[in-house]
């Protein structure tokens, strides 16, 4: 494989003694389109969340875009630069209109002008399919759209790399498609690295190239999709998915 954008090596985590990731080991290559399934509390968010540095490993390695993530703050501000974050909870600022939420990491963080800042988030706002929300209030708009302004924020950040972590989980049934929709043309358009927390199996067959399968802090199990769901080896897989699908 080409070099990995991500690499985890011997990966282990506590959360005082309660031991969270296991000997977790992780290459993702460039433009890699990766989905992570397992049960509530297997430890897929922390998996995520250690790569960006929102929690902290206490064993093994992890390198992000050749940068090993330690407590050297300038490392982890670099890699944060290159890693954009897509929450259950969408996370907008509710006092700031759409535009404004977009806006401000530009501004502030990349240092950009007001008015290409303005540009860009207009650029992604048509991405996601709601250019027309760009003055409202985030409380004045539906999850869905809500979920959308959130993945534009993060590309307005230009990331080369984008994690999610349940981004449909709380959101109406009715509004889970429209959200996948927008992060399916991502996938197929933009060749950016992903890795999706999510059990939205369609969106697993149709845009991942590997299928993770975690379980108590493991991973237990990893193939392509339709490998993964239609031939799973290990036990423990086989009962998730009997639960799921
Ligand atoms: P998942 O995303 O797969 O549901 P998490 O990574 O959120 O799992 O959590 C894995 C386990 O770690 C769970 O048992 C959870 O209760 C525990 N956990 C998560 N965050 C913390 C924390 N900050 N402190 C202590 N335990 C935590
Ligand atoms: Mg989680």
Redesign the pocket.
Known sequence: MAEAIIRMVDVNKW??Q?H?LRNINLDVAPSERIVIC??????????IRCINRLEEHQQGSIIVDGIELTNDLKQIEAIRRDVGMVFQHFNLFPHLTVLENLTLGPVWVLKKSKAEAEATAMKYLERVRIPEQASKYPGQLSGGQQQRVAIARSLCMNPKIMLF?EPTSALDPEMVKEVLDVMVSLAEESGMTMLC?THEMGFARKVADRVIF?DQ?EIIEQNTPDAFFDAPQNERTKLFLSQIL
């Not at 397992?38 to 998996?47: E, Q, R, Y």
């Open positions: 959360y005082g309660f969270v397992g049960p509530s509390g297997s430890g897929k968010s922390t998996m972590d927390v975690m802090g």
